[in-house]
């Protein structure tokens, strides 16, 4: 299952974006239950743990994003949110989601955001 992020674009900075990664080919039971979290890699930069949430509802973030960044999940429509606000130029790269369920790891193809200063 191939996952597809959207939502990214070209802000400047203290703008704001959100993200979506639906899951329509994952079925309801496993997504419910799944970990789920996105990702970021930035030009030159290894890829790093942004904010995940838990199937208990527990959201952990990468500490540069709290207060700034909210990960969440819509069970019904099966998708995987980030919403980013207060973006800064540090917080370009390109986001990737994964959910890791049951029926297995699936990561999204990525979607660039570039912050302007």
């Known amino acids: 299952v191939q996952l597809q992020a959207s939502g990214g674009g070209s802000v400047q900075a203290g703008g704001s974006l959100k993200l979506s990664c639906p899951a329509s080919r994952i079925i309801t039971s496993v997504f419910v239950k799944s970990r789920m979290a996105w990702y970021r890699q930035a030009p030159g930069k290894q890829r790093e743990l942004v904010a995940e949430?838990?199937?208990?509802?527990?959201?952990n973030y990468q500490d540069t994003v709290k207060g700034r960044f909210t990960i969440s999940r819509d069970n019904a429509k099966k998708t995987l949110y980030l919403q980013m606000n207060r973006l800064e130029p540090e917080d370009t790269g390109t986001y990737y989601c994964?959910?890791?369920?049951?029926?297995?790891?699936?990561w999204g193809r990525g979607t660039q955001v570039t912050v302007s200063s």
């Open positions: 994964n959910i890791n369920g049951q029926s297995g790891d699936y």
């Open positions: 949430l838990v199937s208990g509802g527990s959201t």
